[in-house]
């Protein structure tokens, strides 16, 4: 049987501003000033979950994780991704990889970016090494350029009757 591939992306962006700290691909990056939202607005994992989504015709993370069911306050977004791919790995996909471009314009990403692999492999149930995590700010132009909000394009490629 050949394999067959899917390709899907998502993108997300939350305001900032929140009395919380930062959580972005499941580590708080900032003590405050976080993400404005019904979970814990990680627009990483939210890119995510609408990318797996994307690939499988799955719909969006809107409509499987509405914000107005309070099973979702506050959540731990990460359970949103983990849900998602055992729903794939259900219908027999497997992750190929995952490539992440996350647009915020400070703090800097750099020093967190290997514990972003780690916590989005984690969530994903695979392996760091198949998770691109990339970093730019806006260069100061709109919303997100002064800081008023982060932004994240997530792309994945999933695979189904591979050997
Ligand atoms: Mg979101």
Redesign the pocket.
């Known amino acids: 049987m050949h394999p067959e591939y899917r390709v899907g992306t998502g993108y997300?962006?939350?305001r900032l501003g929140a009395d919380r700290p930062l959580r972005v691909a499941g580590v708080d990056i900032a003590p405050d000033g976080g993400?404005v939202?019904h979970?814990d607005?990680?627009?990483a994992m939210?890119?995510l979950v609408d990318a797996l989504l994307g690939a499988t015709g799955g719909g969006d993370?809107g409509r499987r994780y509405p914000n107005t069911d309070p099973a979702n306050r506050d959540a731990d977004?990460s359970r949103f991704v983990a849900e998602t791919i055992s729903d794939l790995r259900d219908r027999g996909w497997e992750l190929v990889n995952a490539d992440l471009t996350i647009v915020l314009e400070r703090p800097k990403v750099s020093p967190f970016a290997d514990a972003m692999r780690e916590r989005l492999a984690a969530a994903l149930g695979t392996d760091a090494e198949r998770i691109s995590l990339k970093a730019k700010t806006n260069e100061g132009v709109d919303a997100v350029g002064a800081g008023d909000a982060v932004a994240c394009h997530a792309v994945v490629l999933v695979a189904r009757g591979a050997a």
Request: a negative charge; glycine letters at 8%.
């Open positions: 997300d962006l939350h993400a939202g979970s607005a990680d627009v939210h890119a993370i977004s």
